[in-house]
């Protein structure tokens, strides 16, 4: 089984606008090409033509059981209405987790004004997931989005479960002993490419990915993800494959791990 924690469908070329149903249809068909059983969506810190809302994303995936949403969540943007419709879908199980994306926006995880919305993951208990390391538009602040300020997240609230995105690529040691430290901290091994994997760079991703695991230890913290549709899916399919751990360990990483924490019916995923 294969569970694919983080997924976009935004549209990032921009050069025409492209419809949400043609989206997730595109998002449906490569992950049957490539024998992915379950995908999060997640959406954005903006919302436009491009960028759907994830009101307009949970009312779209309604009826394909293959598919979850993780709702983004705006510092700079979010109000009082924004929180009551994420508390409605939170209530309801339409949602997965939340998002947040510092470094795209101008904030340490830690912020007060974030508290609020973390109170609320805790008592639906849904992860929290940041962007953390490189951000893929040059206007990011990345001083914003490097991994060691999730500790002081992790350490102010223990009892949150926080998902470091990309490993903090390419920040990987530090994600790996934030991760270490703090128990309630995972990653996801997203976005690490644009498109496909290199020989060369995938041979220093791998080694990186390996050195968290040897460090860290058993990888219940690690999450598969590709940030599809900027990462390919079959070259990470391929990547993993070439992980050099146990295969029990690759079984945690690309689907029990994530089946547990985003609590994901896996009965209704079986063929």
Same mark, same amino acid.
């Given at each position: 089984m294969i569970i694919d924690v983080h997924t976009h469908i935004n549209n990032y070329h921009e050069d025409r606008v492209v419809s949400l149903e043609e989206c997730l249809n595109k998002l449906e068909e490569t992950m049957l090409e490539n024998k992915v059983d379950y995908s999060l969506v997640l959406t954005s810190y903006k919302v436009n033509e491009h960028r759907p809302s994830t009101k307009q994303v949970v009312e779209a995936i309604a009826g394909r059981d293959n598919l979850g949403v993780v709702a983004g969540i705006s510092y700079l943007n =979010? +109000?009082?209405? @924004?929180l009551r419709e994420i508390g409605d879908y939170l209530e309801q199980g339409l949602i997965k987790a939340l998002k947040f994306y510092p470094g795209y926006e101008p904030f340490y995880p830690n912020d007060i004004r974030l508290k609020v919305v973390y109170e609320m993951a805790l008592e639906y208990d849904v992860p929290v997931m940041f962007h953390s390391g490189d951000t893929y538009a040059p206007t990011g602040r990345i001083k914003y989005s490097h991994p060691i300020h999730i500790d002081d997240l992790a350490v102010d609230f223990p009892d949150l479960k !926080?998902? !470091?995105c990309h490993v903090g690529n390419p920040w990987i040691k530090d994600c790996m002993e934030v991760v270490y430290k703090n128990k309630n901290v995972y990653a996801d091994i997203s976005g690490l490419v &644009?498109? @496909?994997? #290199? #020989?060369k760079f995938e041979k220093f991703m791998k080694k990186g990915i390996e050195e968290m695991i040897t460090y860290a230890g058993n990888p219940k913290y690690l999450l598969y993800g590709t940030d599809w549709p900027i990462s +390919?899916? $079959? #070259? =990470? &399919? $391929?990547?993993? $494959? +070439?992980l050099n751990i146990p295969e029990d360990k690759k079984e945690l990483i690309l689907w029990q791990n994530a089946a547990e924490l985003y609590k994901i019916d896996v009965s209704k995923l079986k063929k």
């Open positions: =979010y +109000n009082h209405r @924004d !926080i998902v !470091i &644009l498109g @496909d994997f #290199s #020989s +390919n899916m $079959k #070259s =990470y &399919l $391929k990547f993993m $494959k +070439n």
